[in-house]
């Protein structure tokens, strides 16, 4: 079984996976190529340890999905299950992505793992999703566990994750517009691709979908014969000052504020509800629903950052936020967050960005959302990341969402222009800024501030 992060590491002398999962991503010459027979080959010479897993709970969907998983964690854990979660992309290190029944997948065993499948796969051409999925479930058939919380890496139905002949659950949640040049160009089409993840027999979950997406998973669930759990149709839910109430079949619950923040966390929360209700066999009581609710979390939503040199460049009573979010629907969900929590106006305190995105996003759609409620924006290149736009280019998508910004050589230096421009102004108040527009750029901000 391999060792998780609870247990010593032995590490080979001179070996790291970094160094390993670089040699992976030269294995393909494209970073995404949607296609399943490239990982069942590689599974099929490691003797198809996606055979092996504890039962699976596989989510697809474009947004909420590590928030589902985060609850649904939670939730499990409060009732003494013992949890695997496959998650994408890390914030700070892959290991992030392969977590055991006891704690994240250690170095020692991270090298061994991704050694085998580098050894087994030989120079045939593989990306580096599908032969990092491979050594993901290696690390869970060894690891003996209650239930595996699938995440897909893009889409569903060709995602190297959907390789799992008869999963326990699935889940979509909401579907939107994003990654159009690998999904399609409408939102049916992309639902189509998530709704690839259904199988005969087995129970999918819906979250709330827009009437076109929700059309598209009602015909795939009659043509796959799965059986369909739809929010508006089976189980609903609706937002109260203390939480919200979560209603099916079964009844009516009340339960807790998630613990974390947003209107659109109280979706994923009930998301997560709906999904236990189909997990009878794991005896899920109310305390543990209702504490996995309350103590789910997960990184760069929303999160308030309280150490690191950004920090550390702020006056006292200045707040610095981190949010990953990074298509509109994101970028919408996030202002009704900031209204919600803050209020309008962040309720006096001046609201400013600093804002990276990758240019295979729709900046302007995210932008526009935030717009009413930012004063100023310091936009940034995301750093490492070749599909960056530049800080000049995400400056001019800023201008014409009606912002007023303008490029930084750095996140440190966008904050410290910040505070000049604020302290400048004279009007003593202390603002909020907010890091956002990308899990790349919240990832490289927690590995310098996290």
């Known amino acids: 079984m391999p060792p998780a992060s609870d247990a010593p590491e032995i590490v080979p002398q001179g070996k790291t996976s970094d160094a390993v999962l670089d040699r992976l991503t030269r294995l393909h010459p494209k970073v995404i190529d949607l296609s399943l027979g490239r990982v069942e080959r590689l599974l099929d010479r490691l003797g198809h340890p996606e055979r092996r897993l ?129 999904l ?68 009516l619950r009340k339960l807790p504020k998630p613990g974390l923040l947003g209107s659109h966390q109280i979706a994923n929360a009930a998301l997560a509800v709906a999904c236990a209700a189909q997990l009878g066999e794991f005896d899920l009581s109310d305390n543990a629903i209702e504490a996995g609710i309350a103590r789910a979390t997960w990184p760069a939503r929303l999160q308030r950052l309280t150490k690191g040199p950004v920090v550390e460049a702020l006056p006292a009573g200045w ?43 729709v900046a302007a759609g995210y932008l526009e959302a935030l717009a009413p409620l930012t004063q100023s924006l310091q936009a940034v290149r995301i750093p490492g990341e070749a599909a960056s736009l530049s800080a000049e280019a995400a400056a001019d998508h800023a201008q014409k969402a009606g912002i007023d910004a303008a490029p930084a050589d750095s996140v440190l230096a966008a904050v410290q222009r910040l505070v000049e421009e604020g302290i400048d102004s004279g009007s003593g108040k202390p603002h909020r800024i907010l890091i956002c527009g990308s899990l790349y750029l919240a990832g490289h901000v927690l590995a310098e501030n996290g």
Not at 207 to 223: D, S
Not at 322 to 340: M, V
């Open 54 to 182: 504890a039962p699976v709970v596989h989510v697809a969907g474009t947004n909420g999905k590590g928030s589902l998983l985060a609850f649904l964690r939670a939730m499990l854990e409060a009732a003494d299950r013992r949890v695997q979660v496959y998650t994408s992309p890390h914030l700070v290190r892959f290991h992030e992505r392969i977590r055991l029944s006891r704690g994240l997948i250690d170095e020692a065993a991270l090298i061994a793992l991704l050694e085998r499948c580098e050894a087994e796969n030989g120079p045939e051409p593989i990306t580096f999703f599908e032969v990092t999925t491979a050594a993901a479930f290696l690390a869970f058939a060894e690891d003996p566990a209650d239930i595996l919380l699938l995440e897909t890496g893009l889409g569903g139905r060709l995602d190297a994750t959907n390789v799992i002949d008869r999963p326990r659950l699935t889940a979509i949640t909401p579907v939107a517009l994003d990654h159009q040049q690998f």
């Open 184 to 251: 399609g160009p409408s939102l049916e089409v992309i639902a189509r691709e998530k709704a690839g993840i259904m199988k005969p027999g087995v129970t999918c979950v819906t979250g709330p979908q827009e009437p076109a997406a929700l059309a598209v998973l009602e015909q795939h669930a009659r043509e796959t014969g799965a059986p369909l759990f739809a929010y508006g149709r089976d189980w609903t839910f609706t937002a109260t000052p203390g939480g919200f109430r979560y209603e099916d079949a079964k009844g």
């Open 319 to 361: 707040e610095l936020w981190l949010d990953g979010g990074h298509n509109p629907a994101a970028g919408q969900a996030l202002a009704e967050t900031i209204r919600a929590e803050w209020g309008e106006g962040a309720a006096g305190r001046p609201l400013d960005l600093v804002y990276g995105m990758l240019d295979t996003k």
